[in-house]
């Protein structure tokens, strides 16, 4: 069965602190993705990655950083959180169908609440 | 940036009704999504549609895309509360799998 997981599911960080949201596909999956969810904005795309060592920039790249030292692991970092990363961040991992579509595969979320 | 608009961004209907949700854009999509996603948790992929003028059906739900590949609609037959729920549509245009979101439909169903 397919499976991303993501290390927090609640998560309450002070301004300033850095952050780290862990994700993990057990999928084999070449890329992988980290969005961020809001009411009235929907899911916007923040870093991806289509290798190991590789990081794209997504729509809202500002204020956050990536890392993807093993294929199965897709970390972002908040490196000094402000109050306006309080979100719902989503993690996905993806393949290419063999009839030519793409299919996201996504972990729970980590709802982060910065104060 | 492409962009895909959802329609309606609401609705609430009565178990037993019909219900279609529509998913338009001015650009081509190699292929297209649709995921339900419930409170906290994360979007599920439903279907995937890659060729122009497909109709895809899973149990009551049946998704079509446009013959021109920029356009997807959901109808869902005799709703159930259980298809309370997100429903996002996402286009892939192709090459990098930088896929697009749609605005979302936000469906409730009564019992």
């Known amino acids: 069965d397919v499976k991303v997981t993501q290390s927090s599911r609640y998560l309450v960080k002070r301004t300033g602190e850095k952050v780290f949201l862990e994700c993990v596909q057990d999928?084999?999956?070449?890329?992988m993705f980290w969005y961020r969810q809001d009411p009235g904005l929907g899911l916007r795309l923040i870093y991806f990655?289509?290798?190991?060592?590789?990081?794209e920039k997504g729509d809202i790249p500002e204020g956050y950083s990536v890392s993807r030292e093993k294929k199965e692991r897709f970390s972002l970092i908040l490196e000094s959180a402000s109050t306006n990363q309080t979100s719902m961040y989503l993690c996905a991992s993806s393949f290419s169908t063999l009839a030519g579509g793409y299919e996201q595969y996504f972990g729970p979320g980590t709802r982060l609440t910065v104060t | 940036t492409q962009l895909l608009e959802q329609s309606p961004q609401f609705l609430s209907i009565q178990e037993g009704e019909n219900l279609t949700v529509y998913c338009n854009s001015s650009s081509v999509f190699s292929s297209l999504q649709w995921y339900r996603q419930e409170p906290g948790e994360g979007p599920v992929l439903l279907v995937t549609v890659v060729t122009g003028g497909e109709v895809k059906k899973l149990k009551r739900l049946t998704f079509q895309f446009g013959d021109a590949r920029k356009d997807s609609s959901l109808h869902i037959t005799a709703a159930q509360p259980g298809d309370t729920g997100l429903y996002l549509c996402a286009g892939e245009p192709g090459g990098y799998q930088k896929v697009t979101f749609g605005t979302g439909t936000k469906l409730q169903v009564i019992p």
């Open positions: 999928m084999d999956h070449e890329n």
């Open positions: 990655s289509y290798d190991v060592k590789m990081k």
